[in-house]
């Protein structure tokens, strides 16, 4: 039977390389997942599951064997991805401009709907998708990726990002506004 | 009928974080509207495309390449406690020296040879003096320093550039840092006999850091060393020190040239 996550993570305090790969093992794909999901790149993600397992092994100290490791590695590759957003200076630019809602016309800048064979593809519609979330600004997409698939509190996210309650909440909403303007014709198809 | 709900009033519906006054509200309206149910129903149509489009495949090597990537932070096969714990940190400071200290040593070897010096100046005036002892093992200790500063440069670089390193070549490694540093105490020590206290100065801090390379761990060092390179661009230095290098090469006479 394999070892529990607190097993594992008590060799690997006592200095078990193998013990900390086998923690790499089994949370490195949900680490690149989330900052995949947050960045939307593949080498800021993969930059960030190194510097949170770095972080993580450096901090292994202190942490807790009652929570959950995988929470906890998380919550490290949360603030790891935040930290990486901020440093760039961009946060609140959107990859689009604002613009996106309100201009009808943006119906026409926007790729046509493949046809309903086409998009049986997952190809398409991950690239529809891709497209659509990068037309958020870091913090929208931040926002979202925390609530939608994290399952976070408007509380929580706000305090992650640094924003009040109702600022989140907006992010959150224009978030969900864009996507739609952008992925519409592939919804309605 | 109450109003529409808006797109907002139905995310939160469906995140189920309506506000306790409103809940009755909204779920009433949706009851009665067949147009605000399907807006709902768009959004999580919506939001499962999201769902579904939203992660990258990964390769299968996924955990190994991170592994690989990973291993030389968090492992330190052949350090002991000592090095990794008290050497480790003085690395890092280290690590942002070296660079700048090669391209000092290259920077007062340039100034030498081709820059003037008063030294030179006397030595082509109307009432010029006979080359003494001194000016002449001077030469001879630039001629030589640019030597070692390259074999120094090459080390360092090589520091940089790998990251993982087998026993042998951490012996490797040591061997040529002791070689470099008993050259190095002799330069030194000609520099300061000959008054030149520039170079004398930077060859004392190049012997601190060989000093460091021969008794340490180049595998904890590269690894500190890599990271670092990264984040303060001592790689870029690096970069602007093989550019300096090259001109040096080119034009550098030799000392014969101006006797
Ligand atoms: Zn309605």
């Given at each position: 039977?394999?070892?529990?996550?607190?097993?594992?993570?008590?060799?690997?305090?006592?200095?078990?390389?193998?013990?900390?790969?086998?923690?790499?093992?089994?949370?490195?794909?949900?680490?690149?997942?989330?900052?995949?999901?947050?960045?939307?790149?593949?080498?800021?993600?993969?930059?960030?599951?190194?510097?949170?397992?770095?972080?993580?092994?450096?901090?292994?100290?202190?942490?807790?064997?009652?929570?959950?490791?995988?929470?906890?590695?998380?919550?490290?590759?949360?603030?790891?991805?935040?930290?990486?957003?901020?440093?760039?200076?961009?946060?609140?630019?959107?990859?689009?401009?604002?613009?996106?809602?309100?201009?009808?016309?943006?119906?026409?800048?926007?790729?046509?709907?493949?046809?309903?064979?086409?998009?049986?593809?997952?190809?398409?519609?991950?690239?529809?998708?891709?497209?659509?979330?990068?037309?958020?600004?870091?913090?929208?997409?931040?926002?979202?990726?925390?609530?939608?698939?994290?399952?976070?509190?408007?509380?929580?996210?706000?305090?992650?990002?640094?924003?009040?309650?109702?600022?989140?909440?907006?992010?959150?909403?224009?978030?969900?506004?864009?996507?739609?303007?952008?992925?519409?014709?592939?919804?309605?198809? | 009928?109450?109003?529409?709900?808006?797109?907002?009033?139905?995310?939160?519906?469906?995140?189920?974080?309506?506000?306790?006054?409103?809940?009755?509200?909204?779920?009433?309206?949706?009851?009665?509207?067949?147009?605000?149910?399907?807006?709902?129903?768009?959004?999580?149509?919506?939001?499962?495309?999201?769902?579904?489009?939203?992660?990258?495949?990964?390769?299968?090597?996924?955990?190994?390449?991170?592994?690989?990537?990973?291993?030389?932070?968090?492992?330190?096969?052949?350090?002991?406690?000592?090095?990794?714990?008290?050497?480790?940190?003085?690395?890092?400071?280290?690590?942002?020296?070296?660079?700048?200290?090669?391209?000092?040593?290259?920077?007062?070897?340039?100034?030498?040879?081709?820059?003037?010096?008063?030294?030179?100046?006397?030595?082509?005036?109307?009432?010029?003096?006979?080359?003494?002892?001194?000016?002449?093992?001077?030469?001879?200790?630039l001629a030589d320093l640019e030597n070692h500063f390259e074999r120094?440069?090459?080390?360092?670089?090589?520091?940089?550039?790998?990251?993982?390193?087998?026993?042998?070549?951490?012996?490797?490694?040591?061997?040529?840092?002791?070689?470099?540093?008993?050259?190095?105490?002799?330069?030194?020590?000609?520099?300061?006999n000959v008054g030149n206290a520039p170079v004398a100065h930077v060859?004392?801090?190049?012997?601190?850091?060989?000093?460091?390379?021969?008794?340490?761990?180049?595998?904890?060092?590269?690894?500190?060393?890599?990271?670092?390179?990264?984040?303060?661009?001592?790689?870029?230095?690096?970069?602007?020190?093989?550019?300096?290098?090259?001109?040096?090469?080119?034009?550098?006479?030799?000392?014969?040239?101006?006797?």
């Amino acid at each position: 039977m394999a070892l529990s996550d607190a097993a594992v993570v008590a060799l690997a305090r006592d200095g078990d390389s193998e013990a900390f790969r086998a923690l790499v093992e089994r949370h490195g794909r949900a680490v690149f997942r989330l900052a995949h999901r947050m960045t939307g790149s593949r080498t800021d993600a993969e930059d960030i599951v190194q510097e949170t397992f770095i972080r993580a092994y450096r901090q292994l100290s202190r942490f807790e064997s009652r929570a959950s490791f995988g929470t906890w590695i998380h919550r490290i590759a949360m603030n790891c991805t935040i930290d990486l957003l901020r440093s760039r200076g961009s946060y609140h630019e959107a990859a689009y401009d604002d613009e996106l809602l309100k201009e009808p016309s943006i119906q026409q800048t926007v790729p046509r709907a493949p046809s309903p064979e086409r998009l049986i593809l997952s190809r398409e519609v991950k690239d529809a998708v891709q497209n659509a979330m990068g037309a958020l600004s870091p913090l929208e997409r931040s926002a979202f990726v925390l609530r939608h698939f994290e399952g976070r509190s408007h509380e929580e996210i706000g305090e992650a990002l640094g924003l009040g309650t109702s600022a989140t909440k907006h992010s959150i909403f224009r978030a969900v506004r864009k996507m739609r303007v952008v992925l519409a014709p592939f919804v309605e198809s | 009928m109450t109003p529409h709900l808006t797109e907002d009033d139905l995310l939160l519906h469906y995140y189920g974080e309506t506000d306790p006054s409103r809940e009755g509200i909204v779920a009433a309206h949706l009851g009665a509207c067949a147009e605000c149910r399907a807006s709902l129903v768009g959004l999580e149509r919506l939001l499962a495309m999201v769902n579904s489009g939203v992660d990258v495949d990964l390769p299968q090597t996924f955990e190994r390449d991170i592994w690989r990537r990973l291993a030389p932070h968090v492992v330190r096969p052949h350090a002991s406690v000592l090095w990794s714990t008290v050497l480790t940190p003085r690395w890092l400071a280290w690590g942002a020296a070296a660079a700048g200290v090669v391209l000092a040593v290259l920077l007062v070897v340039q100034l030498r040879l081709h820059g003037p010096s008063p030294r030179k100046a006397a030595d082509e005036g109307p009432h010029r003096a006979p080359a003494t002892a001194d000016v002449f093992r001077e030469r001879v200790l630039l001629a030589d320093l640019e030597n070692h500063f390259e074999r120094s440069e090459m080390m360092l670089v090589e520091l940089v550039n790998t990251s993982h390193y087998t026993p042998a070549e951490i012996q490797r490694e040591q061997a040529r840092a002791e070689d470099l540093l008993a050259a190095n105490r002799l330069y030194r020590q000609t520099a300061a006999n000959v008054g030149n206290a520039p170079v004398a100065h930077v060859l004392e801090e190049l012997e601190r850091l060989l000093v460091d390379v021969a008794a340490s761990s180049p595998t904890a060092a590269a690894a500190d060393l890599e990271v670092l390179g990264r984040r303060t661009e001592s790689q870029s230095l690096i970069f602007k020190v093989r550019v300096l290098s090259r001109s040096t090469d080119r034009g550098f006479e030799g000392p014969s040239t101006q006797g």
